[in-house]
T-cell receptor, first 113, second 110 residues
Framework: SQTIHQWPATLVQPVGSPLSLECTVE??????LYWYRQAAGRGLQLLFY??????ISSEVPQNLSASRPQDRQFILSSKKLLLSDSGFYLC????????????FGQGTRLTVV | QQPVQSPQAVILREGEDAVINCSSS?????VHWYRQKHGEAPVFLMI?????EQKGHEKISASFNEKKQQSSLYLTASQLSYSGTYFC???????????FGTGTRLTIIP
């Protein structure tokens, strides 16, 4: 069966520090991968999505970047965090060749202090 | 561009019905519906594809009007467990982007 792992679950980082969040998918190949951010009490903002290794589409100009070094690995990074980067970050995958549901990781709650 | 949901929030008594609407400015290939409990990841409810609709759960159903680029989620005889925030997700034609709406917060009271 397919599973998605996202870590860490919570993170407290000082302003100006770097960030690396990792998401891996098991049990499938060539998934579409997505990073979302959710501010407190708000909707899901699409940050990046990827349809293959090295292929990244950026939705919102910001302080973040994403990479997909392997088929089932998706990484969200920042060189210098801002206070506004705080939020709940969710990784999701969708089977690449079919229009099916999205499966979400458990999320990372990031607090920038 | 995010799809727009309405209402933003609704409070119901147990047993009452609710309708949540989702509207997009783009032609859609599919519409997804999810429910999120506080602090948790969204959970899939159902997906509606061009040319049809798919019912995912008992007492929770949805419709998809392709021409109007709209979808509605229907919750009948609501239960306490239905509380949470509902999101619609949309995928346009020829694009793998999955964008979620602004969310509808549903509160069910006894």
């Amino acid at each position: 069966s397919q599973t998605i792992h996202q870590w860490p679950a919570t993170l407290v980082q000082p302003v100006g520090s770097p960030l690396s969040l990792e998401c891996t998918v098991e049990g499938t190949s060539n998934p579409n991968l997505y990073w979302y951010r959710q501010a407190a009490g708000r909707g899901l903002q699409l940050l990046f999505y990827s349809v293959g290794i090295g292929q990244i589409s950026s939705e919102v100009p910001q302080n973040l970047s994403a990479s997909r070094p392997q088929d089932r690995q998706f990484i969200l990074s920042s060189k210098k965090l801002l206070l506004s980067d705080s939020g709940f970050y969710l990784c999701a995958w969708v089977l690449g060749t079919a229009n099916t549901e999205a499966f979400f990781g458990q999320g990372t709650r990031l607090t920038v202090v | 561009q995010q799809p727009v949901q309405s209402p933003q929030a609704v409070i119901l008594r147990e047993g009452e019905d609710a309708v949540i609407n989702c509207s997009s400015s783009k032609a859609l290939y599919s519409v997804h519906w999810y429910r999120q409990k506080h602090g948790e990841a969204p959970v899939f409810l159902m997906i509606l594809l061009k040319g049809g609709e798919q019912k995912g759960h008992e007492k929770i159903s949805a419709s998809f009007n392709e021409k109007k680029q709209q979808s509605s989620l229907y919750l009948t005889a609501s239960q306490l467990s239905y509380s949470g925030t509902y999101f619609c997700g949309t995928r346009p034609f020829g694009n793998e982007k999955l964008t979620f709406g602004t969310g509808t917060r549903l509160t069910i009271i006894p």
